[in-house]
């Protein structure tokens, strides 16, 4: 039986604050999520009506201006919906959190004349952006210039998104140097090839993608004349820290939804083992310790990860005049938060199963789609290097070097 989604729109509360509502939308949409995850973790299948249930729910555009149909949100409130919707759903968090880095882009690199016309397009057709930016695997994206515009050739091996976007966020190389393109969906000479089969992290639609000879516009790339031959600045790149605190935030929701089941399920299946003494699982110390323990983990991360998202939100309203050495505050407190949430996550989604019991890893309930989604997104980057950046910056103040993993 296919798993169903149930896709009514959430109330509005007209007394709270629109972060306030954003916030229970996301609550709702995760609860829908939870309801089917095991079941559409298992089928694997597009997640369009995944996606749908983001937009119905206005959870899409919620960066952008009041007065344009957004909620006015900055990055950090955004990367909180990202981690209510992660209890839910680690892969449609994934998605949510990387459209809500794609959709700054434009704000770091662009005019403000694309700026703006970025953040219209958004919020008036809440559009859904897919990604093409891995800067890793195959042969790379390869911008050449053709008459008044641009055709654009290559293959990425990730593109999280790219067949469903409306809009794609790409990265590409021209003369050498790093452009960002927006282009809109369904460009010829764009193939989104499907062949996404991992362990974990199924729902994300991030198979290879390849462009052969697609046309690029001039005004499809991010940025004035000339586009090449420029350092970007410290302002420009906390680009990459917007991806790291999306990470910390979907890893992090990931793990508080994992305890809230295991709790679930001892309250409703859960027995004491033979010789703890006690009737009840609910009285089992070696149950109320594990729980104690990963509980207070997980809080201790969500504190670092709140602080990281405070000090890039700092630095993004800071604005182009922030320094070197303030952008690598900002970045460094995500890496530190990067690095918690990444053990404590994993850590978690393997514990819980200590609670549970073997009844518990039985393969319909699906809870070993926690550890599983964690497992495989964990490995986008190392965490040891983001451990040995920190250290660097504690030890010897240098500063991570920008490059899209930094």
Do not use: C
């Not at 009514?8 to 509360?13: E, F, I, K, T």
């Not at 909620?71 to 919906?81: D, E, H, I, M, V």
């Not at 919707?85 to 700054?104: E, F, N, P």
């Not at 790409?170 to 393109?181: E, G, I, K, P």
Request: proline share 4%; aromatic share 8%; hydrophobic share 40%.
């Amino acid at each position: 039986m296919t798993a169903q989604l149930d896709t009514r729109p959430a109330p509005l509360d007209p007394g709270t604050t629109p972060f306030e509502a954003a916030l229970a939308r996301a609550d709702l949409v995760a609860a829908t999520l939870r309801a089917t995850a095991a079941e559409r973790d298992h089928l694997g299948a597009s997640p369009r009506a995944e996606v749908e249930l983001l937009r119905e729910h206005d959870l899409l555009q919620v960066q952008e201006p009041v007065v344009l149909g957004g909620a006015g949100l900055g990055y950090a409130q955004a990367s909180l919906l990202t981690r209510r919707v992660a209890r839910g759903d680690t892969s449609i968090a994934h998605l949510l959190g990387y459209h809500y880095a794609q959709t700054r882009i434009a704000h770091l690199f662009g005019t403000a004349e694309q700026a703006a016309e970025h953040s219209r397009r958004n919020a008036e057709g809440r559009l859904f952006w897919g990604g093409v930016q891995n800067p890793r695997g195959a042969d790379g994206l390869v911008l050449t210039r053709d008459g008044d515009g641009f055709r654009l050739s290559g293959r990425r091996t990730f593109a999280s998104g790219a067949s469903l976007g409306d809009h794609l966020s790409v990265t590409a190389t021209l003369d050498d140097s790093l452009v960002f393109v927006s282009l809109p969906a369904g460009r010829a000479g764009f193939t989104a090839l499907g062949d996404w089969d991992n362990i974990g992290q199924r729902l994300t639609d991030s198979g290879g993608v390849v462009f052969e000879n697609a046309r690029v516009e001039r005004s499809e790339i991010l940025g004035e004349d000339p586009l090449t031959g420029r350092t970007p600045s410290p302002y420009q790149t906390l680009v990459t820290p917007h991806w790291q605190l999306a990470f910390v935030n979907f890893y992090l929701g990931t793990a508080e939804g994992a305890l809230e089941e295991a709790l679930d399920w001892v309250r409703l299946h859960g027995t004491a083992w033979e010789s703890s003494g006690v009737d009840r699982a609910g009285d089992d110390p070696y149950v109320l310790q594990t729980i104690g323990e990963v509980r207070s983990e997980v809080r201790a991360a969500a504190l670092l990860a709140d602080r990281a998202g405070r000090a890039l939100q700092t630095a993004l309203d800071t604005g182009p005049e922030l320094t070197d050495d303030e952008r690598a505050e900002a970045a460094v407190a995500i890496y530190e938060a990067k690095v918690v949430t990444t053990t404590t996550s994993l850590s978690a989604a393997s514990r819980l199963f200590e609670i549970q019991g073997a009844r518990a890893t039985t393969s319909g309930y699906g809870f070993d789609r926690h550890w599983r989604n964690l497992r495989t997104h964990t490995l986008h980057d190392p965490v040891a290097y983001k451990a040995r950046e920190v250290g660097d910056w504690a030890l010897n103040r240098r500063a991570p070097e920008f490059s899209l993993y930094r």
